[in-house]
Antibody, heavy 114, light 103 residues
Framework: EVQLVESGGGLIQAGGSLRLSCAAS????????MSWVRQAPGQGLEWVSV???????DYADSVKGRFTISRDISKNTLFLQLNNLRVEDTALYFC????????WGRGTLVTVSS | SYDLIQPPSVSVSPGQTANITCSGK??????CCWFQQKPGQSPVLVIY???QRPSGIPERFSGSNSGNTATLTISGTQAIDEADYYC??????FGGGTKLTVL
């Protein structure tokens, strides 16, 4: 059974850093496109970043230079390093599989205070 | 702002057909996906590659994509279909979402 479990969120002051994790089971993260998508409170979905199977990465303009996506194949886990956080980064962060986003985790909440 | 434009809300009576549109430049040249999200839940893929339904998604959900507009159609809409719906196309991100009300 495919499962994605996010963790690492929390309350952080603006300018701070967090590392989010997405533990996958039932498939290999190394063989799939893996993305982070976020949703601010009461708002819509915003794509954040993607890790391609071959190792290429890409980012939304709003996070480029501040967030870094990575993966640990041995742990079958996807990560998102969030640096220089801003109040507008407050959101529920989901990880999702494949270019079709066919499976999603339940998300981990990041709250950035001023 | 969003590159993909959706109506903020659509209302439909039970048993009727709901059409939710998603407009974007040259959208027909990209594969479009649709997601259903109910309050407090994660999004669920209901249509991928414009017209394909994942296993477990009811047949009443269908999709099309032509010109600059992709459409999600829900035939015989049921109360349980009330949710927010988002379109998505690679390189264009997500649409702003449409709240479907069944009344």
């Amino acid at each position: 059974e495919v499962q994605l479990v996010e963790s690492g969120g929390g309350l952080i002051q603006a300018g701070g850093s967090l590392r989010l994790s997405c533990a996958a089971s039932g498939f290999s993260v190394s063989s799939n496109y893996m993305s982070w998508v976020r949703q601010a409170p009461g708002q819509g979905l915003e794509w954040v970043s993607v890790f391609y199977p071959g190792g290429r990465t890409d980012y939304a303009d709003s996070v480029k230079g501040r967030f870094t996506i990575s993966r640990d194949i041995s742990k079958n886990t996807l990560f998102l390093q969030l640096n220089n956080l801003r109040v507008e980064d407050t959101a529920l962060y989901f990880c999702a599989r494949d270019l079709t986003f066919d499976f999603w985790g339940r998300g981990t909440l990041v709250t950035v205070s001023s | 702002s969003y590159d993909l434009i959706q109506p903020p809300s659509v209302s439909v009576s039970p048993g009727q057909t709901a059409n939710i549109t998603c407009s974007g430049k040259n959208l027909e040249d990209k594969y479009c996906c649709w997601f259903q999200q109910k309050p407090g839940q994660s999004p669920v893929l209901v249509i991928y590659e414009d017209t394909q339904r994942p296993s477990g998604i009811p047949e009443r959900f269908s999709g099309s994509n032509s010109g600059n507009t992709a459409t999600l159609t829900i035939s015989g809409t049921q109360a349980i279909d009330e949710a927010d719906y988002y379109c998505q196309a690679w390189d264009s991100g997500f649409g702003g979402g449409t709240k479907l009300t069944v009344l």
